[in-house]
């Protein structure tokens, strides 16, 4: 498992936009590059709901139908970092966000940061 540290959350206006980063240490030899990754967020009640996620494994992103076309995912391999720029917040996008690792060829997301809350509201 890695470390990871999120950071980029607020409040923001409807309309607004920011951006989430995540910073991973206790990466393998191996390097950044071969890991997974993907952010989640949870509504107060509910469980974590898939934002966006991408792997090294294919050239394939996964976006939720609620962000696509506002969200964007993407990572500096070198700075062990991912982040999700987020557009034409809604109040909807109101949550915890989290960011999530493993390596790609891991089933499942064994690493999570320890969330960063994002308000958006006028």
């Known amino acids: 498992q890695v470390h990871l540290v999120e950071s980029g959350g607020g409040l923001v206006q409807p309309g607004g936009s920011l951006r989430l980063s995540c910073l991973a240490s206790?990466?393998?030899?191996?390097?950044?590059?071969?890991?997974?990754v993907g952010w989640f967020r949870q509504y107060p009640g509910e469980g974590r709901q898939a934002v966006s996620c991408e792997s090294p494994m294919d050239d394939k992103i996964y976006y939720a139908d609620s962000v696509k076309g506002r969200f964007t995912i993407s990572r500096d391999n070198d700075k062990n970092t991912v982040y999700l720029q987020m557009n034409s917040l809604k109040p909807e996008d109101t949550a915890v966000y989290y960011c999530a690792a493993a390596l790609a060829t891991s089933v499942e997301f064994d690493s999570w940061g320890q969330g960063t809350q994002v308000t958006v509201s006028s």
């Open positions: 206790g990466i393998t030899a191996s390097g950044f590059e071969h890991y997974a």
